[in-house]
């Protein structure tokens, strides 16, 4: 089995190989490669030591051209010598782990030596690095055996832990012990449920087993590496994995709140299941997107808080939406979420119950004015997403009420209908014109004509709103 090489990556490992040195396309690019998907990047792992690289890629824009007695033809012909392409580089990012990257036309390439790796104390950083002249010992030191994989044009493929097989099988599996490779980096407990999820793939029994008595080794990973793994997981193919993240103990050190859901009832004709079951479901129903997939994570994660049971023995789950919106506020902070990707998706959890009835334009608009503009058409999807993880009790007709609701909200589109401030057809330089005093009264005045424009959207013209005005109706 061969693969193919990017032109700038087989460049620099023959110029490697030229100057004496081992250099093979190592990790994620190979694993992609062979599945026949679109590496993101391309790492380089070499037996050059790092200023041995930074030596041989010392080329064009460097001082030590550019001596006196030279003439310009006589650098750029250096240049093409030493070079293929017109710029090349290096740039010391991670020199101290044996990293550097490797500039070509203005696109990197990680460049690492092979490397043994010290006793880890922080479940996350070895304490030192050691540079060595043999790959498998580099190979060995990696998280799972589909990321142990080497390969370039002259040697093939070097597979020591059989990461091939695996792709075949199908299986996510540790390089050597799990209980290793977890205890020198905790957050690849995450990962290990993430690429499953990213590949269709399934964890190798041992690698899963190993994963609940170190799961509390994740409260020493920050919670940007975590939300990042969290994201990816939720986006992928397969974001129902996120039920290993729970069944294996992680929820409980970083989202408990998930855990409280996957343990909490549903005694209610709407729903089977409890409500985090309900929510991986909704999930899978959602397209794949990051502030929907979020959305729809933490939708119903007030459930358990708000659960009160009736006489009869039926759940209730009242003001949910709202206290779930406060509440994802809260671990989205928890969790280093920017604020933009937060206020999406607490705007959507406060929306997802809202349901205006009857469906007129009138109730539409006022939805749409309630809920916020910009939560749709997403809303939309958050709906339905959310009916056919239920039971099949009145499903049929709820989805039917979201199709009317957004046909309604298609046509008020159409018609460009005033729904906001901001398409009014007055504003506040026009009524001071008219005779009005500047202050908070101006923006009463306004919210005032918004909210008869929500009623009759015909009376959104600059001489109707005016004249009403004038008349003292505001």
């Given at each position: 089995?061969?693969i193919s090489?990017?032109?700038k990556v087989?460049?620099i490992?023959?110029?490697?190989?030229?100057?004496?040195?081992d250099?093979?396309?190592v990790?994620?690019?190979?694993?992609?490669s062979v599945?026949g998907?679109?590496p993101?990047?391309w790492d380089?792992?070499?037996s050059?030591?790092?200023?041995q690289?930074k030596?041989i890629?010392?080329?064009?824009?460097?001082?030590d051209?550019?001596?006196t007695?030279t003439?310009e033809?006589?650098v750029?012909q250096?240049r093409e010598?030493?070079?293929?392409?017109s710029?090349?580089?290096?740039?010391d990012?991670?020199?101290?782990h044996?990293?550097v990257?490797?500039m070509v036309?203005r696109?990197g390439?990680?460049?690492t030596?092979y490397?043994i790796?010290?006793?880890?104390e922080?479940?996350r950083h070895?304490?030192?690095?050691v540079f060595?002249?043999n790959l498998l010992e580099d190979?060995?030191?990696?998280?799972?055996?589909?990321?142990a994989?080497?390969?370039n044009?002259?040697?093939g493929?070097v597979d020591?832990?059989d990461?091939?097989?695996?792709l075949?099988r199908?299986?996510?599996?540790c390089?050597?012990?799990?209980?290793?490779?977890?205890?020198?980096?905790?957050l690849r407990?995450?990962?290990a449920?993430r690429?499953?999820?990213?590949l269709?793939f399934?964890m190798?029994?041992?690698?899963?087993e190993?994963?609940?008595?170190l799961?509390g080794n994740l409260a020493?990973?920050?919670?940007?590496?975590?939300?990042a793994e969290?994201?990816k997981?939720?986006?992928?193919?397969?974001?129902e994995?996120?039920r290993?993240?729970y069944?294996t103990?992680m929820?409980?050190v970083f989202l408990p709140?998930f855990?409280?859901?996957m343990?909490?009832?549903?005694h209610?004709?709407?729903h089977?299941?409890?409500?985090?079951?309900h929510?991986?479901?909704?999930?899978v129903?959602v397209?794949q997107?990051?502030?929907?997939?979020l959305?729809m994570l933490f939708?119903?994660?007030?459930?358990?808080?708000?659960l009160?049971?009736d006489?009869?023995?039926?759940d209730?789950?009242?003001?949910h939406p709202q206290?779930g919106a406060?509440?994802?506020g809260?671990?989205?902070?928890?969790?280093r979420f920017?604020?933009?990707t937060?206020?999406?998706v607490?705007a959507l959890?406060?929306a997802?119950?809202?349901r205006?009835?009857p469906l007129t334009?009138r109730n539409?608009?006022?939805a749409?004015?309630?809920?916020?503009?910009a939560?749709?058409p997403d809303?939309f999807?958050?709906?339905?997403a959310d009916i056919l993880a239920?039971?099949?009790?009145?499903q049929?007709?709820?989805l039917?009420?979201?199709d009317?609701y957004?046909?309604?909200?298609?046509?008020?589109?159409?018609k460009?209908?005033?729904?906001?401030?901001?398409?009014?057809?007055v504003n506040?330089?026009?009524?001071?014109?008219?005779?009005?005093?500047?202050g908070?009264e101006?923006?009463?005045?306004?919210?005032?004509?918004?909210?008869?424009?929500l009623?009759?959207?015909e009376m959104?013209t600059?001489?109707?709103?005016l004249?009403?005005?004038r008349?003292g109706?505001?």
């Amino acid at each position: 089995m061969k693969i193919s090489l990017p032109e700038k990556v087989s460049f620099i490992i023959k110029e490697l190989q030229k100057n004496g040195h081992d250099a093979y396309a190592v990790g994620g690019c190979v694993r992609d490669s062979v599945l026949g998907r679109e590496p993101q990047d391309w790492d380089i792992t070499t037996s050059a030591k790092p200023e041995q690289v930074k030596e041989i890629f010392h080329y064009a824009g460097n001082a030590d051209f550019r001596i006196t007695d030279t003439s310009e033809d006589e650098v750029m012909q250096e240049r093409e010598n030493r070079c293929a392409f017109s710029h090349c580089y290096t740039i010391d990012t991670g020199i101290q782990h044996g990293t550097v990257t490797v500039m070509v036309d203005r696109e990197g390439f990680e460049v690492t030596t092979y490397r043994i790796d010290g006793e880890y104390e922080d479940a996350r950083h070895p304490k030192s690095v050691v540079f060595t002249e043999n790959l498998l010992e580099d190979l060995k030191r990696r998280d799972f055996t589909i990321n142990a994989m080497a390969y370039n044009d002259e040697i093939g493929f070097v597979d020591a832990f059989d990461g091939l097989g695996d792709l075949k099988r199908g299986i996510v599996r540790c390089v050597g012990r799990p209980e290793d490779r977890f205890q020198e980096d905790a957050l690849r407990m995450m990962r290990a449920v993430r690429f499953a999820a990213q590949l269709g793939f399934q964890m190798d029994p041992v690698t899963r087993e190993a994963i609940g008595p170190l799961a509390g080794n994740l409260a020493k990973i920050s919670a940007e590496r975590i939300q990042a793994e969290l994201v990816k997981l939720l986006v992928s193919p397969h974001p129902e994995e996120i039920r290993e993240v729970y069944e294996t103990g992680m929820a409980d050190v970083f989202l408990p709140e998930f855990s409280a859901m996957m343990r909490t009832p549903q005694h209610n004709p709407h729903h089977c299941g409890t409500v985090g079951e309900h929510t991986i479901w909704s999930l899978v129903q959602v397209p794949q997107d990051r502030v929907l997939r979020l959305a729809m994570l933490f939708h119903d994660v007030a459930k358990p808080v708000c659960l009160k049971t009736d006489a009869e023995g039926v759940d209730h789950f009242h003001g949910h939406p709202q206290m779930g919106a406060e509440m994802t506020g809260r671990i989205m902070r928890r969790l280093r979420f920017d604020n933009d990707t937060t206020a999406r998706v607490k705007a959507l959890i406060r929306a997802h119950d809202d349901r205006p009835l009857p469906l007129t334009e009138r109730n539409v608009r006022r939805a749409i004015y309630r809920n916020g503009e910009a939560q749709y058409p997403d809303l939309f999807a958050v709906k339905r997403a959310d009916i056919l993880a239920q039971s099949d009790y009145l499903q049929k007709e709820k989805l039917e009420y979201v199709d009317q609701y957004e046909q309604i909200y298609n046509e008020i589109q159409e018609k460009a209908q005033c729904l906001s401030l901001k398409n009014l057809a007055v504003n506040g330089s026009d009524l001071i014109a008219a005779g009005a005093t500047p202050g908070r009264e101006i923006g009463r005045v306004l919210d005032l004509m918004l909210q008869d424009i929500l009623d009759e959207p015909e009376m959104n013209t600059r001489e109707i709103l005016l004249g009403r005005f004038r008349e003292g109706r505001y």
